[in-house]
């Protein structure tokens, strides 16, 4: 091959590299999150509706072992929003479905729409932890002073490691508005 | 820039090898000399043009780092107070610290090295010029234009970037200031050069080498840069991409790296670091390779171990791809991935102690003589190890819960950037200049300059692992008051270093001029390669007919 084509095969090469690199964070965006679910990683809950794993047969004391369930609100910077769990902490029994609500309160003169994101330790209860419903699926909108009891289902199945004891949900409020100014 | 012009004519150009250009002098008035500089697609011109720039932002860089340092010389920035009236305020001050990140990492470092490979690799592989001129003619002047947006966003409404050289989103995207929207093309623009810069520098070391310049022949100085362009080609857009997701955060409606619509700001620092772990070697592998050059000269010995040299720099650039992780050990990560970060960071002390082992190799028992090159190059052996050092205390993850966000960082980043990679580029211009002048530089000043720098360097880096040690924070304006006498020492220290770096810009600038003593082709007794057998200045076009290596 002459020089023109062994130069053009580097910049070819190069070019395409240096593109694909630049494309590569972009598709990093769902790989990520699937790297983080698969491996346990991440400390947000899956925000999908999973179903309880298949319950084995075993000893009754682990079947009918009790988990405390802890919760924690949180409003992100700036957010004037009054948000708290009316149940602070709940005992569940393993297998058993639970309900709780969220307390929250547009404290401002206009509407606007929020988005709770949930967090959870220890990250080896996230696998186990199944949300049947929860207001954190979907976005939510209170009119100007509107308050309202937001639930929240779920239960913790069997295979929960038995070392895990204790459960913390925290959730943060954020401002997800449309056309609201940036903070 | 020192011959007659007297002769250009009756000659056959194509072998002319003294023809000078005519922008390299003011006598053919200001036009031609601009045209010239702007559209020259000689590699030796483009390489000045990278330096000379390097030089410029040296300064500029510098003299924020020394306001940095005069606001933290006593607490609430008593200094500054006295000599500007008030003290910066924090927005300020967050400020110059992210432009002196940002000028020194891509205005100094970066260019400083793609302008060494410029001027170097033809010569030293026996090529006429780089593969793609014209292609390194657009690398080059882009970099103003970046460096103008850059300078320019400084002086938007909403101040200059104050988020650190890191650009954290959310104090990027949700909180940065408008003028983030400037830095952020600026940086494609840094990236663009650079990729062009690596492409055409990889495209040159395959196909021009001379016949006879064997892979394993080649000089260590075009092997680093080999493999330090593949780190660019692989980090380089990967930053473009991420700074664009941030622009994208900003003014798209995407939420990337905004938890509020699915996104995590934790994954930014994911995809920063996997840039910036290779990054920081693309600023020390060409060191690596400048200082494998100098020390078999002065120790007139061939360089010890060259073929684990080689394998080193490889093996050390394919670890800085997957070690990205021990800059965020603190930021929420799994036990197990935490301790895969820092076996595999440890990991990287091996080879890199191969390369100290192997520089101490070629001193032991050479007939040294301690020219200032030689000199900067013993000093950075020394000083980037310390830098090393404190890297493997950063990387036990344990230990960095302590130190992370502390003087101590700050600390190690600086001996590896400033006692490293700057160091190994004081040593090169010492190394070469005479050989791109054809004189050499005053001597006496060049020690001046050493001696001063590297007691400047470690009277201002030295204490801030004390600092750290001791807890004050990074990135703030001000400090507790038990912290005072070290900062104190630190700022001047600072002073020194930066005050005494106008020699070398003195000295550059006399040698560029024509002063001092005429050099010979081989420059200094134990060189040793092909572009010591190019006379000093080599001739504007060199190696039209490849020479052969035996």
Not at chain 1, 12 to 23: K, L
Not at chain 1, 55 to 79: C, I, S, W, Y
Request: with cysteine; hydrophobic share 50%.
């Amino acid at each position: 091959m002459s020089k023109p084509n062994l130069h053009r095969k580097v910049i070819v090469i190069g070019g395409a590299v240096a593109a694909v690199m630049f494309a590569f964070c972009f598709a990093i965006v769902p790989f990520y999150s699937l790297i983080c679910r698969a491996t346990g990683i991440s400390t947000s809950v899956p925000d999908t509706l999973s179903v309880p794993s298949y319950v084995k047969e075993g000893d009754p004391a682990a079947e009918n072992r009790e988990v405390l369930v802890q919760f924690t609100a949180t409003n992100h910077m700036g957010m004037p929003w009054e948000f708290y769990p009316k149940t602070k902490m709940i005992r569940v029994t393993v297998g058993k479905n639970a309900k709780v609500y969220f307390y929250a309160k547009n404290t401002t003169d206009k509407k606007m729409t929020v988005q709770a994101i949930p967090s959870m330790t220890p990250a080896d209860g996230i696998s186990h932890f199944h949300k049947i419903e929860c207001f954190c699926f979907k976005q939510q909108t209170l009119d100007a002073h509107v308050e309202r009891d937001m639930p929240l289902i779920f239960n913790i199945d069997k295979d929960l490691p038995k070392e895990v004891r204790v459960i913390t949900l925290a959730y943060t409020l954020f401002d997800v508005t449309p056309n609201s100014p940036r903070k | 820039m020192t011959h007659e012009h007297q002769h250009a004519h009756g000659h056959d150009h194509a072998h002319d090898h003294d023809h000078v250009p005519h922008h390299h002098s003011l006598k053919h008035g200001i036009l031609p000399w601009m045209k010239g500089w702007m559209s020259t697609t000689n590699h030796k011109d483009i390489g000045t043009l990278y330096l000379l720039l390097s030089l410029a932002m040296l300064f500029y860089g510098g003299t924020m780092a020394l306001l940095i340092r005069m606001q933290l010389f006593e607490p609430g920035g008593m200094l500054v107070e006295k000599v500007f009236g008030h003290a910066f305020d924090p927005n300020t001050y967050n400020v110059f610290v992210t432009v002196h990140g940002l000028i020194m990492v891509f205005g100094v470092i970066m260019p400083a090295f793609v302008g060494l490979a410029n001027w170097m690799l033809p010569m030293m592989i026996g090529a006429p010029d780089m593969a793609l001129p014209r292609l390194n003619n657009w690398s080059f002047w882009i970099l103003p234009f970046a460096f103008s947006l850059l300078t320019i966003s400084l002086f938007v409404s909403g101040g200059g970037p104050n988020f650190g050289w890191t650009l954290y989103a959310p104090l990027s995207s949700t909180y940065g200031p408008p003028s983030t929207d400037y830095l952020i093309v600026a940086i494609h623009l840094m990236g663009i050069s650079s990729v062009l810069g690596a492409i055409n520098i990889i495209a040159t070391i395959i196909n021009l080498r001379a016949p006879g310049m064997h892979w394993m022949k080649l000089p260590m100085f075009v092997w680093t840069w080999f493999i330090t362009a593949f780190l660019l080609i692989g980090a380089m857009p990967v930053f473009a991409g991420v700074v664009t997701m941030i622009l994208f955060d900003r003014h798209f409606g995407t939420t990337f790296f905004n938890a509020a619509g699915g996104g995590d700001p934790i994954m930014y620092q994911h995809l920063f670091w996997f840039f910036g772990h290779p990054e920081v070697y693309i600023m020390i592998l060409p060191a690596f390779g400048i200082v494998s050059e100098i020390i078999p000269t002065f120790a007139r010995k061939k360089l010890f171990g060259y073929e684990f040299m080689v394998g080193a720099v490889a093996a050390i650039a394919f670890l800085s791809y997957i070690v990205w992780g021990h800059h965020m050990f603190t930021a929420g990560m799994a036990v197990g991935t935490q301790l895969y970060f820092m076996y595999v960071t440890m990991l990287i002390a091996v080879p890199t102690g191969i390369k100290v082992f192997n520089w101490v190799g070629t001193m032991w028992g050479g007939s040294m003589t301690f020219e200032t090159p030689m000199l900067f190059a013993i000093a950075f052996v020394i000083l980037f190890s310390i830098g090393g050092f404190s890297g493997l205390m950063l990387g036990i993850t344990p230990a960095d819960y302590q130190y992370q966000d502390t003087y101590f960082v700050v600390a190690h980043f600086h001996y590896v950037l400033v006692a490293g990679a700057l160091m190994s580029l004081f040593a090169a211009t010492y190394y070469w200049l005479p050989k791109w002048c054809g004189r050499y530089y005053n001597e006496k000043l060049g020690k001046l300059h050493f001696w001063l720098t590297v007691i400047g360097v470690n009277v201002t880096f030295f204490p801030m692992h004390f600092l750290g040690l001791a807890g004050m924070p990074r990135r703030i304006t001000d400090y507790a008051l038990q912290y005072t006498t070290f900062n104190e020492v630190c700022t001047i220290g600072a002073f020194i270093f930066g005050f005494s770096q106008l020699i070398f810009l003195y000295n550059v600038i006399s040698t560029m001029r024509g002063k001092g003593e005429r050099a010979t082709a081989h420059v200094w007794e134990g060189s040793h390669g092909l572009e010591w057998t190019l006379s000093s200045p080599p001739p504007y076009h060199s190696f039209n007919t490849p020479p052969v290596v035996k």
